[in-house]
């Protein structure tokens, strides 16, 4: 742990140094670099390549990433993610507040982010990407995460609470829980504020009130806030002002435009400021639908499979789809008999998966795999194997598409996806074969086995 602290402050110092004098973008290469941005909060950074950060997770005695800026102390700077993921981000700070991997961001520019598989646990203004935005620009920016405050307010899947800010084309999905002001996509949006072209599958539960599927409230106090052209889908449960797509507005200078969320999926009927052509609930077949999707930009910015997914981004699909392989909780390994049984669960539902796009290895040859199941959880039985040893199965990327925005399978990860099939015993009958056998040909196997002995001895 020292010598990963020693490092950090390297590296700090001689990113102090470059951003002092230098304009050109700096690249940040591996996740010791990105906790480094901390040494200089006004610098220009780009990722230069995908990025595992799941060793955060025993950082700083296991409070994991330290968030880059706070309150009174923001990144005001440039982040360019480059459309590489940063996986397995860690912030576990129960007690502390502005809380993601930017904790505060004022004047900044945060663009091209992917987090993948992000944990956040946070006090109050939590978000996977930021856990407050003010006076900045977030553009095409998506998280895959579980987000969660133990505290008080402002906790969105993407950012806790923005104002005086445009978000546009950003996407979240995963969970996001806790007390007053929820949402998937946000959890507060102030003041001057515009979000557009913006969507949610996560689901939201909050303990108290101003729960939304994508934003949980929004507010003014001078300069009106825009929502144009944004849905969600995922389930959302709170105590009070639960909405399907928002759970509060204050104020008659909010202002929706063709915005939407899934009456079925959510499990909410009612959203703010529910009115034709501003908020509207519609049926998931419905939302499958193009034409539901008035004034949307289907040419440029959102694309669509009629009646088989929701709308999704340009020119690429969205996020990548976990999905872990296991053995079955109760599949015996090792086993002598069959069918063997591996569950397969995704992180969102998919469409086009089949038998065909597993892969199966080990030793074992002859083997031959079913699959049953549907949406996100699958089982596979291998139903024959010829002769005996390990099977293991896996699925390889770009196998099958999210339902909600089409992205594609990431490789499956598993902690155990390997079952040792052996031939089942069958001792009184083989001994039977064996023993006729020996009484036709038994002298002469008797005299080799003594000849070896004998020579063996000389």
């Given at each position: 742990m020292?010598?990963?602290?020693?490092?950090?402050?390297?590296?700090?110092?001689?990113?102090?140094?470059?951003?002092?004098?230098?304009?050109?973008?700096?690249?940040?290469y591996?996740?010791?670099?990105?906790?480094?941005?901390?040494?200089?909060?006004?610098?220009?950074?780009?990722?230069?390549?995908?990025?595992?950060?799941?060793?955060?997770?025993?950082?700083?005695?296991?409070?994991?990433?330290?968030?880059?800026?706070?309150?009174g102390?923001?990144?005001?700077?440039?982040?360019?993610g480059?459309?590489?993921?940063?996986?397995?981000?860690?912030?576990?700070?129960?007690?502390?507040?502005?809380?993601?991997?930017?904790?505060?961001?004022?004047?900044?520019?945060?663009?091209?982010?992917?987090l993948?598989?992000?944990?956040?646990?946070?006090?109050?203004?939590?978000?996977?990407?930021?856990?407050?935005v003010?006076?900045?620009?977030?553009?095409?920016?998506?998280?895959?995460?579980?987000?969660?405050?133990?505290?008080?307010?402002?906790?969105?899947?993407?950012?806790?609470?923005?104002?005086?800010?445009?978000?546009?084309?950003?996407?979240?999905?995963?969970?996001?829980?806790?007390?007053?002001?929820?949402?998937?996509?946000?959890?507060?949006?102030?003041?001057?504020?515009?979000?557009?072209?913006?969507?949610?599958?996560?689901?939201?539960?909050?303990?108290?009130?101003?729960?939304?599927?994508?934003?949980?409230?929004?507010?003014?106090?001078?300069?009106?806030?825009?929502?144009?052209?944004?849905?969600?889908?995922?389930p959302?449960?709170?105590?009070g002002?639960?909405?399907?797509?928002?759970?509060?507005?204050?104020?008659?200078?909010?202002?929706?435009?063709?915005?939407?969320?899934?009456?079925?999926?959510?499990?909410?009927?009612?959203?703010?400021?529910?009115?034709?052509?501003?908020?509207?609930?519609?049926?998931?077949?419905?939302?499958m639908?193009?034409?539901?999707?008035?004034?949307?930009?289907?040419?440029?910015?959102?694309?669509?499979?009629?009646?088989?997914?929701?709308?999704?981004?340009?020119?690429?699909?969205?996020?990548?789809?976990?999905?872990?392989?296991?053995?079955?909780?109760?599949?015996?390994?090792?086993?002598?008999t069959?069918?063997?049984?591996?569950?397969?669960?995704?992180?969102?539902?998919?469409?086009?998966?089949?038998?065909?796009?597993?892969?199966?290895?080990?030793?074992?040859?002859?083997?031959?795999?079913?699959?049953?199941?549907?949406?996100?959880?699958?089982?596979?039985?291998?139903?024959?194997?010829?002769?005996?040893?390990?099977?293991?199965?896996?699925?390889?990327?770009?196998?099958?598409?999210?339902?909600?925005?089409?992205?594609?399978?990431?490789?499956?990860?598993?902690?155990?996806?390997?079952?040792?099939?052996?031939?089942?015993?069958?001792?009184?009958?083989?001994?039977?074969?064996?023993?006729?056998?020996?009484?036709a040909?038994?002298?002469?196997?008797?005299?080799?086995?003594?000849?070896?002995?004998?020579?063996?001895?000389?």
């Amino acid at each position: 742990m020292r010598k990963m602290y020693t490092s950090v402050v390297g590296v700090m110092i001689a990113m102090t140094l470059l951003g002092s004098g230098a304009a050109a973008q700096m690249p940040i290469y591996n996740v010791i670099e990105l906790q480094a941005m901390q040494g200089n909060l006004a610098g220009d950074y780009v990722l230069a390549n995908d990025i595992d950060a799941s060793d955060t997770r025993t950082w700083n005695s296991w409070r994991g990433f330290a968030p880059v800026g706070t309150y009174g102390d923001e990144f005001t700077g440039t982040f360019d993610g480059a459309g590489h993921t940063i996986t397995g981000l860690i912030i576990n700070r129960r007690l502390e507040d502005y809380v993601g991997l930017f904790g505060s961001a004022s004047g900044a520019t945060i663009e091209n982010v992917v987090l993948v598989d992000a944990d956040v646990l946070g006090c109050y203004s939590v978000g996977a990407l930021a856990g407050e935005v003010h006076f900045s620009d977030v553009t095409n920016c998506h998280a895959i995460a579980v987000v969660e405050s133990d505290g008080y307010d402002y906790v969105g899947g993407l950012i806790g609470a923005v104002m005086d800010s445009t978000i546009a084309k950003c996407h979240t999905a995963g969970d996001v829980s806790g007390y007053y002001c929820l949402g998937g996509l946000v959890g507060s949006e102030g003041d001057g504020t515009t979000i557009s072209d913006c969507y949610s599958t996560a689901s939201v539960s909050g303990l108290g009130t101003h729960v939304g599927g994508l934003i949980g409230e929004v507010w003014t106090n001078i300069l009106p806030v825009r929502v144009t052209r944004c849905y969600s889908t995922g389930p959302v449960s709170g105590a009070g002002n639960v909405g399907g797509l928002i759970g509060y507005a204050d104020s008659p200078s909010t202002f929706f435009t063709r915005t939407y969320w899934d009456v079925q999926t959510s499990g909410q009927m009612t959203s703010a400021r529910q009115a034709p052509g501003q908020s509207e609930g519609m049926t998931t077949g419905q939302m499958m639908q193009q034409s539901t999707f008035v004034t949307w930009d289907f040419s440029a910015i959102w694309d669509i499979v009629e009646f088989q997914t929701y709308p999704h981004f340009q020119p690429s699909p969205g996020l990548p789809v976990g999905v872990t392989v296991e053995r079955a909780i109760d599949q015996d390994d090792p086993v002598d008999t069959l069918p063997i049984r591996f569950d397969v669960v995704f992180n969102e539902s998919v469409t086009g998966f089949d038998a065909n796009d597993l892969s199966i290895g080990g030793t074992a040859d002859g083997v031959t795999a079913t699959l049953t199941g549907s949406g996100a959880t699958y089982t596979v039985w291998i139903i024959e194997v010829t002769t005996p040893g390990t099977v293991q199965v896996s699925i390889p990327a770009g196998r099958c598409q999210a339902v909600d925005d089409g992205g594609l399978n990431s490789a499956s990860t598993s902690d155990d996806n390997t079952v040792n099939y052996i031939i089942p015993e069958q001792v009184p009958l083989a001994w039977g074969t064996v023993a006729i056998a020996m009484l036709a040909a038994g002298v002469a196997t008797i005299r080799r086995k003594t000849r070896t002995k004998k020579s063996l001895d000389t």
